[in-house]
């Protein structure tokens, strides 16, 4: 009976240069939807509970050991010879593993756990196959390596793309370069893998042949989604592996009962929650560490981060939520509307051009156009504290750290510096001077010497 309970290990190989990315950044790190590309692919891995995670680069080790921190050990491939040799690097760090290995590429990070699933349970049948290999036929096979097999699965030659003859390149079915093998088997196979080919480079896929020639079996599973194993090499890939992260997004969110008015136009992160019933209007923007409970509105042309939206809450347009923005039920912030660590309580509402930052908000408070709270004195923040049905007038002031009551009023233009009691009234304005006639007798002056000016 196959071993199903066997542990596996991931080795993910990210040693590529990178250098069509033309970038300071190591090429996995560059983010999809808000996400590191590896960091995409670790979360797929972590879902199938693997006993170890190695993950090898090239240049910028550090940049990858910060990203992945305790989650996975790093290794060093250098010089780069080829993607056998990068395997080989993770000897070490797998010494004493008895297991089943999962080879898999940073730069190719939306392999779904089905398919490392379905690799692991074909290389776990009772014909022991030596290497399973992940095949795809891709509408242009290009310079992919080919996968000559059956129509069984069984491989009778694996061969890279410059030294296939004519008849292997005809051959569709391609070698995404993904492959599972026991430990054991792997680095034996690696140790007689050589060079002699046109690039000079140890290829991973050779294993394959030399356990063939040895008279064991390797297995070829296929996915029909190219997008899942298509590597990110440039920008442009990059562009398009967003492109299609998204529009897969937006589908799966208006199947879980979400309206959105313009779908291409919406842009989601990774970890977006959005609940039944939420209309998102066009050109919103979601970044990480958002959720927004059912029956909420976006707004058009707004943009949310780090924030919790309650139920039944609206938010814009050309409204912006920061880091720590929570609104809770049946709240609403307005057109250019700005909060950031601040809440705003159960039907409170700041309608238009306002800055909520480093604030709390009571339930049904009212806060006024061009209203800030002023949270920073150029060194530390302060907050401030709003209490229930508080209404705070237009264009008014609120210097933190300060504390507004509950049914208190705030009337418009004041700058209000410190403490307002419960249903209290507080105007802070300078006196106002009046002086009949003035304007006339300037406007009658300046229009004087303009007129004798141009005669000059």
Not at 189 to 203: H, P, S
Not at 332 to 352: C, P, Q
Request: aromatic residues 6%.
């Amino acid at each position: 009976m196959p071993d199903t309970d066997r542990p596996f290990a991931a080795v993910i190989l990210a040693a590529g240069k990178g250098t069509r990315m033309k970038s300071d950044v190591h090429k996995v790190l560059h983010p999809i939807a808000g996400r590191p590309m590896l960091r995409h692919l670790l979360a797929a891995v972590d879902t199938l509970a693997p006993a170890r995670k190695v993950v090898v680069v090239g240049a910028g080790r550090e940049q990858i050991e910060a990203a992945v921190a305790s989650e996975a050990a790093v290794c060093v491939q250098e010089p780069q010879l080829g993607t056998g040799h990068a395997v080989q690097q993770a000897r070490a760090q797998l010494d004493g593993f008895a297991g089943d290995l999962l080879i898999l590429y940073g730069d190719v990070p939306f392999v779904r756990p089905d398919t490392m699933r379905g690799m692991l349970n074909r290389l776990r049948q009772d014909d022991r196959p030596a290497a399973v290999v992940l095949g795809f036929e891709p509408a242009d096979p290009l310079a992919y390596g080919r996968v000559i097999a059956d129509a069984a699965g069984g491989i009778s030659r694996m061969v890279e793309y410059k030294d296939a003859n004519e008849e292997e390149r005809a051959c569709r079915l391609c070698n995404s370069g993904l492959l599972a093998a026991r430990a054991e088997d792997l680095f034996a196979l690696l140790d007689r893998v050589g060079n002699d080919n046109a690039q000079g480079e140890y290829y991973l896929p050779d294993v394959v042949n030399i356990a063939l020639a040895e008279g064991r079996t390797a297995a070829v599973v296929r996915t029909d989604d190219e997008g899942e194993v298509a590597g990110i090499n440039s920008r442009a890939e990059l562009a398009a592996a967003e492109a299609l992260w998204q529009a897969d997004r937006r589908e799966a969110a208006m199947a879980q009962g979400v309206t959105l008015r313009a779908p291409e136009t919406v842009f989601f992160s990774w970890d977006t929650q959005l609940g039944r019933d939420v209309t998102v209007e066009q050109n919103v923007v979601f970044g990480p560490g958002v959720t927004v409970a059912d029956g909420a509105i976006i707004r058009a042309f707004s943009h949310l981060e780090g924030a919790q939206v309650g139920e039944r809450c609206e938010v814009g347009p050309f409204a912006r939520l920061r880091p720590g923005a929570v609104l809770k039920q049946g709240s609403r912030i307005g057109n250019f509307v700005e909060m950031k660590k601040a809440v705003l309580g159960e039907g409170a509402k700041a309608n238009h051009l306002t800055y909520l930052g480093d604030a709390d908000v009571g339930a049904g408070a009212n806060i006024g156009a061009g209203t800030i709270t002023c949270n920073y004195d150029g060194y530390f923040k302060y907050r401030t504290i709003i209490g229930e049905r508080a209404f705070i007038g237009s264009n008014s002031a609120l210097i933190a750290p300060v504390r507004i009551g509950a049914d208190a009023i705030v009337a418009a233009g004041s700058a209000v510096s410190r403490d307002v009691a419960d249903g209290e009234l507080r105007m802070v304005r300078a006196e106002q001077l009046v002086k009949p006639g003035w304007a006339d007798r300037f406007h009658d002056t300046m229009k004087r010497k303009k007129a004798e000016k141009k005669v000059g």
